[in-house]
């Protein structure tokens, strides 16, 4: 599929791309802000969330059954996940599991082999208690990678790209700097942030061609190109 898909995370203040886009994905509770988009656009809206937290934060699931996917992506899911949804009244949401390999495998497609230097970046920072206790015996176990895990936002691309690999993809509200979530509620850790700028050094901009921004720290620490489209107004984008 051609076109623009819009990609959205849950940065507060992000500026928001004013495109007809057939498809939007989301991480966690920037489900809400896909919403704009159906009522605007008639757009499907692909709300991605890790199984853990989906479970353990009372406010995500709130957004979900609040915006009411027409598709779920959960991230280092089991088929228990499919049951627990229906459960909330979700019932009518397309839902697909992303195992815990599987989610890792996102960031290996979308690098190639220099995802090996973001692992040992990684692990570097984490230091050698990390390294032996952790890395070393999955390494040489389940091989799961759970370490290796950035943030929703970054693997909400990496799924887009994998997805519709022939469209532009424009990411908003995704950043590479801690903070708050526009909703007030929860917030970008410093742990994840540096994760996710170790990602963008060893993405090569040649693996990454048709992918923009919006965000000024995406775009002056992560070297995503600027989106060149309009923006929503801020009377257009109540939900900021």
Not at 36 to 62: D, K, T
Not at 159 to 183: C, K, M, N, W
């Amino acid at each position: 599929m051609k076109g623009t898909i819009v990609v959205l995370g849950s940065k507060s203040n992000a500026p928001l791309p004013d495109v007809a886009a057939p498809y939007v994905v989301t991480a966690n509770n920037a489900v809400e802000r896909g919403t704009l988009y159906r009522e605007r656009h008639g757009s499907r809206l692909i709300a991605m969330v890790p199984s853990e937290e989906f479970r353990n934060r009372e406010h995500l699931r709130a957004s979900f059954i609040k915006s009411r996917p027409d598709e779920i992506v959960i991230l280092s899911g089991t088929e228990d996940d499919r049951a627990y949804i229906h459960s909330l009244g979700l019932s009518d949401a397309e839902i697909s599991i992303i195992g815990r390999k599987e989610r890792n495998g996102l960031m290996a497609k979308a690098l190639g082999w220099r995802v090996c230097r973001v692992m040992a970046e990684r692990l570097w920072h984490r230091g050698a208690k990390h390294f032996f206790l952790t890395a070393v015996p999955d390494l040489f176990g389940k091989g799961e990678r759970s370490w290796q895990t950035g943030s929703t936002g970054l693997d909400a691309i990496f799924y887009s790209l994998q997805r519709f690999p022939d469209a532009d993809i424009v990411a908003a509200g995704i950043g590479l700097e801690e903070g708050g979530h526009f909703t007030g509620v929860g917030e970008f850790t410093s742990k994840t942030a540096r994760a996710d700028r170790t990602t963008m050094k060893h993405w090569q901009p040649r693996r990454r061609w048709n992918v923009s921004s919006t965000d000024d720290t995406m775009i002056d620490r992560g070297g995503m190109p600027r989106w060149k489209g309009k923006i929503l107004g801020v009377k257009d984008n109540p939900v900021t």
